[in-house]
């Protein structure tokens, strides 16, 4: 199958699927794969360092692509499909991406109604450590691994000086809008 990129069209997320709302950001040329050179240059950004989206690029990009690629063979090059994401949900996750890919308001809801507990709507770092133990799903120590790294890089990319991660933020996480807010914010700085 062609990519978008070889047919000239530009590959447009589902807009009720928030997942590839979500991976969408980092298909910087936007023909929906997303290689590993794209990977790195979205956390760069965000404003990740060189060692953390280099990390990044690798650890997502290897862990997703086969999912993401079902019947074909293994590919050197790491793509990530974005329209099948859905095939690469990792266990010991919260649940707010449903198998489909499509934001679950009411698991997004449960995250701060167990969780937040020192503020109704923003997650400490402990209660951020609370969910995911409670997320952790038994013998599934991938899942419990990729839902850590991705909870740890929103919180230190994102909690406020107080240390706390607030709920829109991770609202716009879940929908990709985060991440264009980050750049914009990262851009804004370089020419200021």
């Avoid at 530009?10 to 980092?26: C, I, M, S, T, W």
């Avoid at 690629?69 to 949900?89: C, D, Q, T, W, Y």
């Avoid at 010991?92 to 995250?111: A, H, L, M, P, T």
């Avoid at 000086?161 to 264009?180: C, I, M, P, Q």
Wanted: with cysteine; aromatic share 12%; hydrophobic share 35%.
């Amino acid at each position: 199958m062609a990519s978008s990129a070889s047919t000239g069209v530009k590959f447009v997320p589902e807009e009720d699927n928030f997942l590839q709302r979500h991976v969408a950001f980092f298909d910087r040329n936007k023909d929906g794969i997303v290689y590993p050179s794209e990977t790195y240059q979205g956390f760069r950004a965000i404003g990740c360092g060189y060692l953390l989206s280099a990390f990044a690029s690798l650890f997502i990009n290897m862990g997703l692509s086969s999912k993401t690629r079902p019947g074909k063979g293994f590919s050197l090059s790491f793509p990530i499909e974005v329209k099948n994401i859905h095939l690469a949900k990792h266990g010991s996750d919260s649940g707010v991406y449903d198998k489909n890919g499509r934001f679950v308001e009411s698991k997004f809801e449960e995250i701060f109604a167990k969780h937040s507990k020192t503020h109704p709507d923003a997650l400490t770092n402990k209660e951020l450590k609370q969910l995911l133990n409670a997320n952790k799903e038994a013998n599934d120590r991938k899942g419990a691994i990729a839902a850590f790294t991705e909870w740890k890089i929103l919180y230190y990319l994102c909690k406020d000086k107080n240390g706390l991660l607030h709920k829109d933020t991770v609202r716009a996480v879940y929908d990709g809008s985060l991440f264009e807010k980050l750049e914009r914010q990262k851009a804004s700085k370089k020419h200021a």
